[in-house]
């Protein structure tokens, strides 16, 4: 059972894995004290590496969970965990159900932690709909979008996704990138649903400056505070070429940034927050 006895859970993501962690920390909210070791295998693109993660849980006895786009991938994935008995579940699957037996807990299944109420089938369409179209992917459907959140990188776009996904908002988050055009896809999606972040530059160097030594990152333009504002005046010229909202999201929690999003998307959405 994981490492010296403990639960221990691999992320499988074909992106980063950021959005697919942040799920399954949430959902683990349900299961009262236990706290698992969760770690991110990212980047996995090819049958080849889902056979090395594969053969790694199976060593550990640890459970799998998966956010993989492909569905050959996904197929893949699923037939060589049941060849080796390893429990691996989509992330917008029954992934409380298989956390309980591997856990050996039930969920507390609490109105309002994804699970549990009335609104779940919407709140997990919503979750997959979001983690899919997070970070400019999927661009070609993102007019489906509840709401779309534009900004450059770490002004809390996904966070702020994921936490209208739980409420059951289908969410779409699309970098903004220096001297890049938009995506023509946005001409498609109702000014009502479109909305920007921003973020002081001083804060998001900072924020920035800590991603890069987590990671070991050795982009130095990236946190670098001349350049950052340079990017943020791009990104708020083209909001207000084209009329978008903007919420500054700096030193606000995610809650109450989605809070300001709700009150500035008008068009016509009738979920609830609470």
């Not at 499988?12 to 969760?38: H, K, M, N, W």
């Not at 969970?65 to 050959?72: G, N």
């Amino acid at each position: 059972m994981g490492v010296f006895g403990q639960h221990s859970i691999l992320v499988v993501s074909d992106g980063t894995g950021e959005t697919a962690e942040r799920v399954t920390r949430a959902a683990l909210l349900q299961f009262e004290g236990i706290c698992p070791q969760i770690e991110r295998r990212p980047e996995v693109r090819s049958k080849a590496q889902i056979s090395e993660v594969i053969q790694e849980a199976r060593q550990r006895s640890s459970m799998i969970v998966h956010t993989l786009v492909s569905s050959d991938l996904r197929r893949y994935l699923y037939m060589e965990a049941n060849s080796y008995q390893v429990i691996a579940v989509d992330l917008m699957g029954g992934v409380l159900t298989e956390m309980s037996g591997y856990l050996e807990a039930a969920p507390q299944a609490r109105p309002g932690i994804l699970y549990g109420d009335e609104s779940y089938f919407r709140r997990v369409d919503a979750l997959e709909f979001t983690i899919h179209h997070d970070d400019g992917q999927r661009l070609h459907d993102v007019d489906k979008a509840d709401i779309v959140l534009v900004g450059i990188s770490r002004t809390s776009k996904t966070p702020v996704s994921i936490f209208l996904a739980y409420r059951g908002y289908r969410v779409a988050n699309i970098p903004i990138v220096l001297d890049v055009p938009l995506p023509p896809v946005l001409d498609r999606v109702p000014i009502g649903r479109i909305v920007a972040l921003i973020v002081d530059p001083r804060r998001l160097a900072a924020i920035r400056e800590t991603r890069l030594q987590q990671y070991g990152g050795v982009r130095i333009e990236y946190a670098d505070l001349e350049h950052i504002r340079r990017e943020l005046r791009y990104s708020q010229s083209l909001f207000a070429v084209r009329n978008w909202p903007v919420v500054d999201a700096t030193g606000k929690a995610v809650e109450e940034t989605a809070w300001e999003v709700l009150g500035l998307v008008t068009d016509g959405l009738d979920h609830d927050l609470s």
